[in-house]
Structures are given as structure tokens and as C-alpha cells.
């Protein structure tokens, strides 16, 4: 081990997420690792004529955050220039959706796709003078009458077109939507232009796939602008679906392609985590077999770096579309439900069961897209089931977003060691929605961070970009604060948490999801040497202002590989 530090930041508050939360003064680091954590005077000792020391002035040093669930190369390639950006307040009516539209076919060559993400129609003046009012194609055709358009909402889960996307798609008056799909109407059973959950997918897969190139492009976008947010590592959620699609085929299209050039070269900056994705939405557990057996984990990387640690599968949908599968029926009516292979809700869920069991046996960890209380409780009741049948040490399956995760399953999460994935900065997004979607009660307890954390859950929380921008410190202010976005109104009051508790679902337990806790998350002695300084006193601000904070500096592997322009660190050389 080096005894003499590259690097030095001192005069600042280290909070270093170990067991204890200890707090220190300074931290020194040596190559890629962290040689030292102490008071100022300790780690002055460290310096020698070379060290390039950093006085923070008292601000806040953190381990490099970890958002644990972001789809970078997505979250890439749905901004410009690749695809129009349509969240709020970019945009905030639908008559700006469409102004953007009408600009972007004016300079796209006639029948090429216009695709845009971000809108949300609790922020679409239209729609919320207007209850009754929604997205429709018409809105879209007099903006582009020469050019498909496909435009994502904020979820995902849910695409707007235009009339020329539907003729394209062949879905018209009386057609059949997939399994686990919804293809909207108008009462005179006319297509409205709004597809969810699979049918999505009728015109997703007519839009050219992305090449590996601009992926790469991407990715190295993406991971730059992720570093002056002070993200050094991310879980890539969902390559796929299919084994061939995932590895990009004889196509050489995939995002795990460029994903593993950019590491063979040495140009990936940040610690990627991959679940791969071997069936669609709607699969079936043959497809999960059919996915696997065509799936490969390249050797010869840097697994500190990127690795492939597991298979993501999709059980229902999300409660903004109704879609989710509750126990009890939403306020407009229904249940929604699982959107796996089956003809009834009895065979969905055996069929959901043997996805799960036949991924567990494999050995693979398990990320389960699931949102409502009845599908938690049959996500975590078929882990249990899989070790049973297949006993596994240490699995960390976990569930990925858990809006309405009931006590009786967060207590069997813990029982098994199993995790939890929650998605606070969406919270903070649609809680006013959702009290007419879900009603005021099942409103506050979306997302119950606390009470998964009381239950014994290392609770990981995540931005699931594009979805919602990879602020992580509007996460944190999120947790302890539960105020909505569009009016500050306080969600369940009962499950804000401390400071510790949300830095942890950032840091830490992430690493925890990574089986990397022993190497990153925390700032100890011989941990990977990556850091995240920020602009202020993270203890001493008032939550409201946590989203604000800028990010001054993000040390990656023992490199500064952000540095901000304005207010930099004050810094002298030895």
C-alpha cells in the first residue's frame, strides 16, 4: 500500500456512510484507491512533494453516488439531438408539444421518425383545465402530416403518435391490442393515438434502431454529464429483451456491444452494473429459458468497470396508467394487472413464477419490475418459492420500484435478505396525480422508504432516467420531505426518513445491489477511490435546498474527472 497520497481533500465534512455514519475531516487518495480517512492534521501527514491537495473550505465530501437503476444510453438517446425533450417545464401544454414537433419536421427529411420523451399530463395546461381531455393523434398530424411521430411519456410506459405512426403499425378501428397492452379509443372506437404497456411496442419496433456507434456516443454522453451530477457508478436496468437483441445479433446493434468496446478501449468512466432483459413485457418463462441460453458475459473486461450480475423481468405494469396490479380497484375502476404470458390472472401469475424460478435456478440475481401491492406480493412469494426449490446463499433479488409494497412482503424482503428499489424524485413528481388515481390514502403510502427501512431493507433509490432527471440530491430532498412538485403539498408525512437514511439508498446499499460493498460505497481505507464534493454543508442545508446544491467536484478511480467552472474548490499544489 502507498504511503504517500496523489491526491489529498481536506478541511471538509467526510461523511463516509460506514456502519457507524462517522464523520471526518479529510480523505487522501493513492492511485485508484483510498489510502486514508482522518482529521486534517492525519492526512497532512499523507502528502508528499507531488500530492495536489484540495482545501474544501467545510464543504461535504460523499462516496461516489450510485443510482442504481438509470438507463444511461437511453437517457441519451431520448434528449437532443437524438430525440425531442417534452418534460416540464420545456414544455407545458399540448399545443407546445406540438409547436416542437412542427419545428422538428421541418428539418427531418419527409418520412423519417420524429420521437420525443418527457410529457406528462399532469403538466399539460389542457389536461388539467380540462379532466376529461387527453393526448390524441389529431393533436400531432397537422404537425408532422409527412413524418411518423412516437413520443414517450415520462413512465415509459406509454406512447403518443400520430396517425401516420398508426397506419405504419397497422392498428386501426377494432384491432386487437397484445397481451398485457392497451390500444386507446375514442367512442366511436376509433384509435386515439395513445398505446400502453405492449402495444407500445407495435410501433417501437418500426422506429431504426440506434447503431453502435451512436450508442457509444451516447454512453460517453451520458456518463459526462452523470459525473457533474457526482455519479460514479449506475445500474443499466434492462438490456434487451432477447438474448440476440441484447447482444446486438449479426446486426452488431446492441447497447451491451458498445457498452463492452468502450471498456475494452478504456473509455468507460463510470462502474456500470447490467441486468439483461431475455424476454419482453408479456413474456413467458420459455422465453426467459429461450433468453438465457443465448446470452454471454464478455471475460475480459475490467469487472470494476462492467459487469453482467443479473436478469430483469417485467410483472405488471405502473399505477399513473392503471396498469399496475392492485389488490384493490383503482378509483376510475379495475384492477390493472400482470403483463406476463397467460389467459387469466390465476395463470399470469404461475406463469410469473416460473420466469422467476427458472432465472433463480439459473443463478442469476433478480430485478422484477413490479408496482402494485397484489403483484409485490406475488414477486416476493415466488422468490421465496425459487430458493426454496433451488436454495441459494446470498440471491439480493429485489424489487424494482415497490410503489405499494405491502408490510407483509417488506417483512419477507428482509427475511431473505432480498432488496427493494424506490424511485423518491417520481414521488415527488406525480403524488398529486395519484390521489385521483389511487385515492388519498394509497397515495401517501406510494413508496414507503421508511417503512421498508424499519422492516430491515437496505433500501436502494434511484432516478430510473430519463424517467426522471439523475438529480439525486432532489431524490434525498424527496425522501425526507415527501413534497409534491406541483403544489408542496406533504405525501405521507409518516414515511420521510433522516439525511443517513436516503444518502445510504444512494451510496452504500447500492453497492450492497452491486455485491460490491466490499470494494465502493462507503470512504474507508481501500475503497475504490471514488468521490463526490459538493458545493456546501450537506448537513447544515435546509432539505428544500438539497436539490440545488451543485456538485463541485467528481473523483473517479483516483481522477478528477469533474471539475465545476464556476466557484471550483480552491485548491494548491505540492
Request: aromatic content about 4%; hydrophobic content about 45%; some cysteine.
Amino acid at each position: 500500500m502507498p504511503t504517500t497520497a496523489d491526491l489529498i481533500l481536506t478541511g471538509g465534512d467526510v461523511l463516509t456512510i460506514d456502519d457507524d455514519f462517522s464523520v471526518a475531516q479529510a480523505v487522501a487518495v493513492a492511485g485508484d484507491r483510498i489510502l486514508a480517512v482522518g482529521s486534517d492534521a492525519e492526512i497532512a501527514a499523507l502528502a508528499g512533494p507531488d500530492t495536489r491537495v484540495i482545501d474544501l473550505a467545510g464543504r461535504t465530501v460523499l462516496p461516489g453516488i450510485n443510482d442504481s437503476h438509470l438507463h444511461a444510453a437511453a437517457w441519451a438517446l431520448t434528449r437532443p439531438p437524438f430525440a425531442l425533450s417534452l418534460g416540464h417545464p420545456e414544455v407545458r401544454s399540448i399545443a407546445d408539444v406540438a409547436e416542437a414537433v412542427r419545428q422538428a419536421a421541418a428539418t427531418t427529411p419527409a418520412g423519417q421518425w420524429i420521437t420525443g420523451l418527457g410529457w406528462d399530463v399532469g403538466y399539460l395546461a389542457e389536461c388539467l383545465a380540462d379532466p376529461g381531455r387527453r393526448p390524441a393523434r389529431g393533436d400531432l398530424d397537422a404537425a408532422a402530416p409527412d413524418h411518423p411521430v412516437c413520443l414517450t411519456d415520462f413512465s415509459g410506459h406509454m406512447v403518443w403518435v400520430n396517425s401516420r405512426a398508426l397506419e405504419l403499425a397497422g392498428v386501426a378501428r377494432g384491432g386487437e391490442p397484445p397481451a398485457g397492452g392497451v390500444i386507446e379509443t375514442d367512442a366511436g372506437g376509433e384509435p386515439t393515438g395513445i398505446l400502453k404497456e405492449t402495444a407500445q411496442a407495435l410501433v417501437q419496433e418500426l422506429i431504426p434502431p440506434a447503431t453502435v456507434a451512436q450508442r457509444r456516443t451516447a454512453i460517453r454522453t451520458a456518463v459526462a454529464a452523470l459525473h457533474a451530477e457526482g455519479i460514479t457508478s449506475y445500474t443499466e436496468p434492462g438490456l434487451g429483451p432477447g438474448g440476440a437483441q441484447i447482444l446486438g445479433g449479426g446486426l452488431d446493434t446492441g447497447t451491451l456491444h458498445a457498452y463492452v468496446e468502450l471498456a475494452r478501449g478504456g473509455e468507460l468512466a463510470a462502474r456500470v452494473r447490467i441486468l439483461l432483459l431475455p424476454a419482453p413485457m408479456g413474456g413467458s418463462a420459455a422465453d426467459v429459458t429461450e433468453g438465457l441460453a443465448g446470452l454471454a458475459v464478455p471475460d475480459d473486461v475490467d469487472p470494476e468497470r462492467l459487469a453482467v450480475i443479473g436478469v430483469k423481468v417485467f410483472a405488471d405494469g405502473v399505477p399513473p396508467n392503471e396498469t399496475a396490479w392492485m389488490s384493490e380497484p383503482y378509483a376510475g375502476g379495475g384492477h390493472g394487472g400482470l403483463c406476463v404470458h397467460g389467459a387469466d390472472a390465476g395463470l399470469k401469475e404461475a406463469e410469473l413464477a416460473e420466469m422467476i424460478r427458472v432465472a433463480h435456478a439459473a443463478g442469476h440475481q433478480l430485478g422484477v419490475h413490479v408496482t402494485g401491492d397484489r403483484g409485490i406480493d406475488a414477486v416476493v412469494d415466488a422468490f421465496v418459492a425459487a430458493d426454496r426449490a433451488h436454495p441459494r446463499p446470498d440471491a439480493r433479488h429485489y424489487v424494482i420500484h415497490g410503489d405499494f409494497a405491502s408490510p407483509a412482503s417488506l417483512a419477507k424482503l428482509a427475511a431473505h435478505g432480498y432488496g427493494i428499489n424506490m424511485n423518491p424524485a417520481i414521488k415527488w413528481t406525480i403524488a398529486d396525480l395519484m390521489d385521483d388515481v389511487v385515492g388519498g390514502a394509497r397515495s401517501d403510502y406510494q413508496w414507503p422508504v421508511r417503512s421498508a427501512a424499519e422492516a430491515g431493507i437496505a433500501v436502494c433509490a434511484s432516478s430510473d432516467a430519463p424517467i426522471t432527471a439523475p438529480n439525486w440530491r432532489q431524490g434525498v430532498a424527496a425522501m425526507m420531505l415527501r413534497e409534491s412538485k406541483a403544489t408542496g403539498r406533504v405525501s405521507g408525512p409518516g414515511q420521510c426518513v433522516p439525511l443517513e437514511t436516503a444518502l445510504r439508498a444512494y451510496t452504500v446499499n447500492a453497492a450492497r445491489q452491486d455485491f460490491a460493498e466490499s470494494w465502493k460505497g462507503t470512504v474507508e481505507a481501500g475503497k475504490a477511490a471514488d468521490l463526490c464534493v459538493l458545493g456546501g454543508d450537506l448537513r447544515a442545508t435546509d432539505p428544500h435546498d438539497i436539490p440545488g446544491l451543485d456538485i463541485d467536484l467528481t473523483v473517479f478511480d483516483g481522477r478528477i474527472v469533474y471539475e465545476r467552472d464556476q466557484g471550483t474548490p480552491r485548491q494548491r499544489e505540492r
